[in-house]
C-alpha cells in the first residue's frame, strides 16, 4: 500500500535579529508517524529560501558574523586580500 502527498509548507522560525519570520536554506528531514515516538518515515528535503534579508552586520559584529553572512565574506575576502597576511589560509582556518 502506498500513498502519496503534496505538500506546500514553509518551516519560518522568528529571528529576533531582523524582527521577522524567516526560513533559511538547508537540509532537513520530515519525520511522519503516528506519534514523535512511534516514527515510521523520514523525507530528506532540502529548501532554498526566497527571502532577500537584509544585512544585520555592523561595527560591532564578531569576525564570524561577518564570515557566515553572504555578503559580509564577500566584503571581508576583499578586505583579507587586501592585507598583506603571509598564510592566508590559516586565517581563515582560524576564523571558521
Same mark, same amino acid.
Given at each position: ?22 526560513? #533559511?536554506?538547508? +537540509?532537513?528531514?520530515?519525520? !511522519?508517524?503516528?506519534? $514523535?515516538?512511534? &516514527?515510521?518515515? =523520514? ?21 564570524? #558574523?561577518?564570515? +557566515?553572512?553572504?555578503?559580509? !565574506?564577500?566584503?571581508? $575576502?576583499?578586505? &583579507?586580500?587586501? =592585507? ?6 590559516q586565517l581563515w582556518a582560524a576564523m571558521r
Amino acid at each position: 500500500m502506498s500513498s502519496q502527498a503534496e505538500i506546500s509548507a514553509h518551516l519560518p522560525y522568528y529571528h529576533p535579529a531582523y524582527k521577522q519570520w524567516i526560513t #533559511e536554506d538547508g +537540509e532537513f528531514d520530515i519525520l !511522519i508517524g503516528a506519534s $514523535s515516538a512511534d &516514527i515510521r518515515c =523520514t523525507l530528506p528535503v532540502t529548501l532554498q529560501s526566497t527571502l532577500e534579508l537584509p544585512s544585520i552586520l555592523n561595527r560591532d559584529s564578531t569576525m564570524r #558574523e561577518w564570515v +557566515e553572512d553572504p555578503r559580509g !565574506i564577500e566584503r571581508f $575576502s576583499s578586505f &583579507i586580500s587586501a =592585507t598583506e597576511c603571509p598564510d592566508e589560509r590559516q586565517l581563515w582556518a582560524a576564523m571558521r
